[in-house]
């Protein structure tokens, strides 16, 4: 059974820090995701990670992904208080129906 | 394009009544999924169907039914709601090779 965990699940930090969240998974995936979710909102798609060594950044936000240590990390930089929201990974295998897989999820507040 | 149209946005229910969400999608995906979200945890799958005709469970379905007569709905039925199906349901599409569309959500309460 497929299993992803996230660390730390609550995140609070002070506007133009750098923080780094992780997210382990436990088996073999064809593609990993990072979403963020606002309060009452849906999922919004940040990032997918293909291969073995993929970095993607966008704005203050860069995720990478290490297949064999099978850890994902979404690094945050200089953080701004709109960043504040839960950031979620999640692990897609393709033989199981593309069925993706979610961490328990992580709850970022950016503090003035 | 719509994406992923959920109804309804909300709704209350009473422990043992019966309904259906609705989910609707108009990219022509193969793949549709429900998931649930409990307050404070990721989504957990409830049922998923790879194509017209076809469903499967996934981690948490006791409670739960799906069909899928057409490519594009995919409804989740709840027979006989109790307070543990208290939640926000997502319903999502995706294709083999592009990534997930998620609906806005119903955000369902059992009293």
């Known amino acids: 059974e497929l299993k992803v965990e996230q660390n730390p699940l609550f995140l609070s930090m002070q506007e133009g820090k750098n923080y780094t969240i992780y997210c382990n998974y436990s088996t073999t995936s064809d593609r990993l995701y990072w979403y963020r979710q606002d309060p009452g909102k849906s999922l919004e798609s940040l990032f997918v990670l293909l291969s073995n060594g993929a970095v993607k950044q966008e704005g203050r936000l860069m995720a990478s992904l290490d297949t064999k240590a099978r850890l994902s990390t979404l690094h945050i930089t200089a953080a701004v208080h709109d960043l504040s929201a839960t950031y979620f990974c999640?692990?897609?295998?393709?033989?199981?129906?593309?069925?993706?897989?979610f961490g328990e999820g992580t709850q970022l507040t950016v503090n003035p | 394009n719509a994406g992923v149209t959920q109804t309804p946005k909300f709704r209350i229910l009473k422990i043992g009544q019966s309904m259906t969400l609705q989910c609707t999608q108009d990219m022509n995906h193969n793949y549709m999924y429900w998931y649930r979200q409990d307050p404070g945890m990721g989504l957990k799958l409830i049922y998923y169907?790879?194509?017209?005709?076809?469903?499967d469970k996934g981690e948490v379905p006791n409670g739960y039914n799906v069909s899928r007569s057409t490519t594009e709905d995919f409804p989740l039925r709840l027979e006989l709601a109790a307070p543990s199906q208290t939640s926000v349901y997502f319903c999502?599409?995706?294709?083999?090779?592009?990534?997930?569309?998620f609906g806005s959500g119903t955000r369902l309460t059992v009293v």
């Open positions: 169907s790879v194509g017209a005709g076809i469903t």
């Open positions: 999502a599409s995706a294709t083999g090779r592009v990534g997930y569309t």
């Open positions: 999640a692990v897609l295998r393709e033989t199981s129906g593309s069925r993706l897989t």
